[in-house]
């Protein structure tokens, strides 16, 4: 409902598009683009249960903390597994938006992106948490629809249009015409199953335990989904399950390739079963403009070359595919009017403090 003292807190108040993932949030203030990029880590106190550091600082706790304390993700497979410390992380990411601000300003006006496959809890869980944490209102987009609208994919055309947005805990698959979903796929694979498979890899072939973030480098620096024009190699770090002694063993990228082939195949599969049920015309439309490849995971070497071959279809990378999913949201609210359609769920409920 409109009235002059809800314009002026429009008019004045901070608007925030959040990407609220996995392993990473991403904040997109209106006017300013994107000014938080940090890990989605939170380290607290196991007894009071008190959040001591939040994002980046949250991380490099990881595995070096002492026994008092334990550093969380409080987001599993893109839903929040734990509303606490959720609500504390949203709470830093907006006051720190804030604070960038040069004068005070009231309580902004806040888009979260949600994976397309979430249950009406998870949205309302996310909803609540966000406005706990000091929104004004809160409302909800789904991840691929912003992902689309941040890699600049024109949605609300006839001409069918196709993202692929690999986060760190989920995949999203969409096909769009006429600004809505035609199809969709969310699957619960994505950058951290694919930490996971290296992880046991390494376990099973070379009785080695190692980390997660001896994991993830592994895979930025050495891993891939299709044959490398020049194969690499890495040195993993850990210890030896055997002797319990530290160890170092040097493995190559044909070895991560294989690691990592049971997630890219199931990824493989979400798109190809979109696919399958996409009617004729929009095919014809997507063999034209192809699919894009959004989210981080999209990052991994070699994956457009797969999901080509495997698909018969040109693949494409969008621009800085790690923020588009931030940049969708933060694009809503600056052309609220025209796509405030693309938000679900529970906008209609959004509170006004």
Request: charge should be negative; charged fraction near 25%.
């Amino acid at each position: 409902m409109f009235t002059p003292l809800n314009w002026l807190l429009g008019l004045f108040s901070l608007d925030i598009g959040i990407d609220l993932g996995t392993a990473n949030t991403l904040v997109n203030v209106r006017g300013r683009g994107i000014v938080i990029n940090e890990p989605s880590w939170v380290a607290i106190e196991k007894r009071s249960r008190k959040a001591l550091a939040i994002g980046a600082e949250a991380r490099q706790m990881v595995g070096r903390t002492p026994a008092n304390i334990i550093a969380i993700r409080p987001l599993r497979d893109g839903v929040i597994s734990d509303f606490e410390i959720t609500q504390a992380m949203l709470e830093y990411f907006i006051g720190k938006a804030h604070e960038q601000s040069l004068v005070p300003l009231p309580r902004p006006r806040v888009v979260v992106g949600i994976p397309s496959g979430v249950t009406e809890v998870e949205k309302r869980a996310v909803y609540d948490a966000t406005i706990s944490a000091g929104a004004r209102e809160a409302f909800l987009i789904e991840e691929p629809m912003a992902a689309a609208i941040g890699a600049g994919l024109p949605i609300t055309e006839s001409h069918g249009s196709m993202v692929v947005d690999i986060g760190g805990g989920t995949t999203e698959v969409a096909i769009f015409s006429l600004g809505g979903i035609v199809i969709s796929r969310s699957i619960r694979v994505a950058g951290d199953e694919m930490d996971e498979d290296v992880i046991q890899y390494m376990r099973t072939k070379y009785n080695l335990l190692i980390g997660e973030r001896m994991a993830e480098r592994a895979k930025l620096e050495a891993g891939s989904a299709y044959p490398l024009p020049e194969e690499r190699r890495i040195t993993m770090r850990g210890r030896n399950l055997i002797t319990g002694l530290p160890e170092a063993v040097d493995v190559s990228s044909i070895e991560l390739r294989e690691a990592l082939s049971s997630s890219v195949q199931i990824i493989l599969d979400a798109i190809k079963d979109a696919l399958d049920e996409t009617p004729p015309e929009l095919i014809s439309d997507l063999m034209e403009s192809g699919i894009c490849m959004a989210g981080g995971g999209s990052l991994l070497a070699g994956l457009q070359e797969r999901v080509s071959e495997e698909v018969n279809m040109r693949v494409w990378l969008a621009d800085d595919p790690m923020t588009c999913v931030a940049r969708g949201a933060g694009r809503v609210l600056e052309d609220y009017d025209n796509l405030r359609a693309m938000l679900v769920g529970l906008e209609r409920g959004s509170t006004r403090h």
